[in-house]
């Protein structure tokens, strides 16, 4: 038996998500604030035994804020399984709604929890006529938490993250229309308190590790205790009954130390002469107080590894952290393991974070060995390096959008062809799109090196500040990574760039064109064709698809990057590419001709030179704030980053006003009053335009007031 889906309505940062699994090992990739936890969190309110019963107890907090009053509203965590067992106990959990566990059985079946108010709540709102908010408006007033109820169901029909089915079962809001019916049965049938799958199946949880020394130091996380004191319910009287014998012996041996007498009679003396005999304690002893008990005697073990160092083994707190995590791991899976074995039905291990200060090679490893049969794992992660190595059809990414978390599974939808494809591309680099805002994809190294210079020495924010992964595709195959982003899948923002390697040069043959000419316009005339071929197969991957978006440098990115008026930015590095003198003058002369044919065919050959990742590495220290972005670059970064929010906009214009008090030509007074307008619009004050045309007024000459210009 193994979760198939997960529903969620109405939970913490869920207002409706649908989160599916397979067998065997799961992953759950998503930024911080996603949701990761509270997903966990509702899958343990329905499996984890071990969670207290009071956790079942909701409060206002737990309902999703998005919905505003929670009041009336309903909580519901809806686990499906798939592969039932058919043993009768599992049976009857899923078939209670029916009545009859003779007539069938079920292969797939539902577990839900329900937060709801109490029946005479439902009643009264049911009484309402449509319409009637006032009437709703003045119930809601008298409603609290004790009007509420937690109930389990089984065998339930409903699609309960359906609008529709939703406002069926509990009502429509804002119509003021509830449903006369208390107990609609696509809820499924209520399951006893007596009928628990928790108590069925073995459930294991490895929570995210922050302070795996303080764990080892609570008794009630310490999971050495928690494997010790399994054992030791488990060791045979008779032969313990020796050990027991000796720890006796210890204890006796201790107290009857000529020493430990002394010291106990000089007490004994000194209290009475302090307090005298009517008030001093009757007796007093020294005693060792080691257990003879097997439960009590095994808590007083500890665990001491030798982690680098031969010949010695220190406690937990002397190892690093990615050991004493490491140690911290195991052991939970070891008692993952010792539980496994006593369980019949089906076995689950939830696992956070797994990858805290743990070595990248060591989280591969352990993610492609923690398998096990009959067991369905669930993985939450920020690791690239395991989500490289996770199976794409195996993951959900939690996305968030504002206040309100989706969640996306990458592969649906997809034939297998593709799903290959994908697998094949996402390695530990390329995976990181999985854990993005928003993606920019590019062909090569030189729009992976220079791209994200040019945005941070341009705007002052870093790509990664804009929540914007660059993955070079090191090809123009863009559709096998694009094909990811779509309604059915990944819904982020994806912009593809790419060139479309128009010719600069005169392409009409000249009888006399010299052999190596008639080459060189074969070859441009090659890539042209090329190009214009993958302009037209792009534009038609993204049409309709208001994910995907393509943009095209009209020839490519180091000839773009001259024609946007960034010749000097080039010239400047001529003598970190060239050593003769005449060369270097030949190059400097062809870089300012303005004749693209002659600048294009220069900066080529400089990029050949070195080798196109060098020259672009060169090239990233010439890149000041005044550079020129090629307009393609501009149109993709804000395909991918919108909307742009009022924060990054604001301090796009104070990374400007720098740029302007450092360049010495405006006095500093200007520079406060166009900062006291970006205040104003920072806090709401004013609005985009109003800023904008005082950055225009104020500082006309500004490289921003172009860029601004296209928002």
Not at 183 to 201: K, L, N, Q, Y
Not at 242 to 261: C, G, K, M, T, Y
Request: proline share 3%.
């Amino acid at each position: 038996m193994h979760i198939s889906k997960l529903q969620l309505v109405n939970y913490r940062n869920f207002a409706r998500a649908t989160v599916k699994f397979e067998k065997g090992v799961n992953t759950i990739i998503g930024e911080n604030g996603s949701g990761k936890t509270n997903l966990f969190r509702a899958i343990r309110l329905l499996l984890d035994d071990n969670l207290l019963r009071m956790a079942h107890r909701l409060d206002e907090r737990d309902f999703h804020r998005g919905i505003g009053e929670w009041r009336g509203h309903w909580i519901i965590i809806s686990l499906e399984f798939t592969d039932v067992s058919q043993d009768e106990t599992i049976q009857s959990l899923f078939l209670h709604g029916a009545g009859n566990i003779t007539a069938a059985t079920v292969d797939r079946a539902t577990y839900n929890l329900i937060f709801r108010p109490k029946a005479v709540i439902r009643q009264k709102l049911g009484e309402l006529a449509a319409g009637d908010h006032a009437g709703l408006a003045a119930l809601r007033s008298e409603m609290s938490l004790a009007d509420y109820e937690t109930i389990f169901t089984g065998k339930s029909s409903a699609d309960f993250c359906n609008p529709k089915v939703y406002r069926s079962l509990v009502g429509d809001f804002d119509a003021v229309i509830f449903p006369t019916e208390l107990t609609s049965p696509d809820i499924g049938g209520i399951v006893p308190g007596m009928f628990s799958i928790a108590r069925e199946i073995g459930f294991t949880f490895v929570q995210a590790l922050r302070d795996v020394v303080a764990e080892f130091q609570n008794n009630r996380t310490n999971p050495l205790l928690t494997l010790l004191k399994g054992k030791s319910g488990e060791i045979d009287p008779t032969a313990f009954a020796p050990i027991s014998a000796l720890v006796s012996n210890l204890n006796n041996a201790i107290e009857a130390l000529d020493d430990v007498r002394a010291i106990r009679t000089d007490i004994r003396d000194t209290i009475t002469d302090a307090a005298g005999e009517t008030y001093s304690p009757k007796s007093l002893s020294i005693r060792s107080d080691l257990s003879d008990e097997a439960d009590r005697l095994f808590q007083s073990l500890k665990l001491f590894v030798g982690e680098s160092e031969a010949g010695y083994e220190g406690g937990i707190h002397e190892l690093s952290l990615g050991g004493a995590n490491l140690i911290y791991l195991t052991l939970k899976l070891l008692e993952f393991k010792y539980q496994k074995v006593k369980q019949t039905f089906a076995n689950f291990l939830v696992v956070e974070e797994p990858e805290a200060h743990i070595h990248t090679h060591i989280q591969k490893t352990l993610f492609d060995r923690l398998k096990y049969d009959d067991t369905q794992i669930i993985y939450s992660t920020h690791s690239t390096h395991i989500s490289e190595v996770s199976n794409v059809e195996n993951i959900n990414i939690l996305g968030r959008d504002g206040g309100v978390c989706e969640v996306f599974q990458p592969a649906a939808g997809l034939d297998p062809g593709q799903v290959g494809n994908i697998q094949r591309y996402l390695d530990a680099v390329r995976s990181n799109l999985l854990f993005a805002k928003s993606v920019l994809l590019v062909e090569g190294d030189a729009e992976e090196i220079l791209v994200p210079i040019l945005i941070k020495q341009v705007f002052g924010l870093s790509l990664d500040e804009l929540g914007i992964s660059l993955i070079n595709i090191r090809s123009t195959g863009f559709e096998n990574v694009g094909v990811l982003f779509h309604d059915l899948r990944i819904r982020k923002n994806c912009a593809i760039i790419t060139d479309l390697d128009h010719a600069f040069i005169d392409l009409t043959p000249d009888p006399l064109d010299s052999d190596a000419k008639i080459k060189a316009k074969k070859r441009a005339l090659g890539s042209q064709t090329s190009g214009a071929a993958r302009s037209i197969r792009l534009n038609s991957f993204c049409h309709g698809n208001a994910w995907l978006t393509a943009h095209f440098a009209q020839h490519t990115f180091e000839v773009d990057f001259i024609l946007a008026g960034n010749s000097a930015a080039v010239v400047s590095v001529l003598n970190d590419v060239y050593t003769d003198a005449g060369t270097i003058a030949q190059a400097k002369a062809d870089l300012e001709s303005g004749d693209i044919a002659r600048y294009g065919a220069r900066v080529l050959t400089m990029a050949k030179q070195v080798g196109k990742g060098w020259f672009a590495i060169i090239l990233g220290k010439a890149i000041t704030p005044d550079v020129h972005l090629p307009n393609y670059l501009l149109s993709a970064l804000f395909s991918a980053h919108r909307p742009i929010s009022v924060e990054s906009l604001a301090s796009i214009f104070e990374h400007r006003l720098k740029v302007q008090l450092k360049s010495g030509l405006v006095s500093l007074p200007q520079i406060d009053a166009m900062s006291d307008h970006v205040g104003r619009f920072r806090r709401g004050e004013i609005d985009f335009d109003a800023v904008r045309a005082e950055m225009l007024k104020a500082f006309p000459g500004d490289r921003i007031n172009t860029l601004l210009a296209t928002l």
